[in-house]
């Protein structure tokens, strides 16, 4: 299993794309900082950068690779080698690439400008979401044989996720805003690994206030230690769900 992460691991670095992501990422996250006055305002800005280009990175180069590493998935399956280690080695070789690009890039100016506990918070929920869509990727790509229509379902989850959920979730405000649906609201984000991840920065920031009473209701829930502790099981599960549906697809599948 050693052997097949750390084959993965050379040719993502012999692609190159994982390095031209992290030299983007860092001089994004750099300029950020440069350019804003207060640190908290350019972790907000970070935020939003993170909250895109991570899981659409993740989604899209791990289909990707996937889609193109057909050949080298059917050599292993021919060996004397469990496809389940198979699929996690993939899996943990995909993973640690873009986390570790993620931590290059985002985690060093993140912990030298901000205050500790904001930016470790920053740093954790953005490899969670490296992990996550990494493992959706994985889902989307086990799907279908076809490259293109499984490339297309990675983007639209991507779309879904970042862009639809929260028109969905404004749609249902403005429809039943005379209604107390604060408490309804709280379950509704964890839909959304993007939409928690981003409550838990904002609270972290104290900046709940800017979400008004809704804010003060996710504050009550996710600002205690067990709504901490809770919002990273949730996330956690993000991570482990569809990956183990992908599993077993993988495991049954005739390639």
């Known amino acids: 299993m050693k052997k097949i992460v750390f084959l993965v691991l050379i040719d993502i670095v012999k692609n190159r794309i994982v390095v031209a992501y992290t030299l983007i990422l860092a001089i994004l996250s750099w300029g950020v900082f440069m350019l804003e006055d207060s640190s908290n305002k350019g972790l907000l800005t970070l935020l939003n950068v993170v909250l895109l280009v991570v899981p659409l990175m993740s989604l899209l180069f791990s289909t990707i690779y996937l889609y193109n590493s057909v050949e080298f ?3 292993l399956v021919s060996q004397p080698v469990k496809r389940k280690s198979i699929w996690l080695s993939l899996y943990g070789g995909l993973a640690i690439s873009l986390t570790g690009a993620f931590l290059l890039a985002v ?27 990494t493992s959706i990727a994985f889902l989307s790509a086990i799907s279908s ?29 403005f429809q039943f805003g005379e209604y107390p649906i604060e408490k309804p609201m709280v379950l509704l984000s964890i839909l959304s690994p993007l939409d928690l991840s981003r409550i838990l920065n904002l609270l972290q920031m104290d900046s709940s206030a800017l979400m008004g009473y809704t804010g003060a209701i996710f504050k009550n829930y996710f600002g205690t230690a067990i709504g ?14 569809p990956l183990f549906i992908s599993l077993k697809i993988f495991n049954k599948k005739d390639l």
């Open 73 to 75: 998935i059917e050599l």
């Open 107 to 133: 985690g060093l100016p993140v912990f030298l400008f901000c205050e500790f506990n904001a930016a470790g918070i920053l740093v954790i929920t953005g490899c969670l979401i490296t992990l996550i869509f």
């Open 145 to 173: 044989r076809d490259k293109a229509k499984g490339i297309g379902i990675a983007i639209m989850l991507w779309l879904y996720f970042a862009l639809l959920f929260d028109g969905l979730v404004l749609f249902l405000l």
């Open 228 to 241: 901490m502790v809770v919002a990273f099981m949730v996330l956690a599960a993000w991570t482990i769900i």
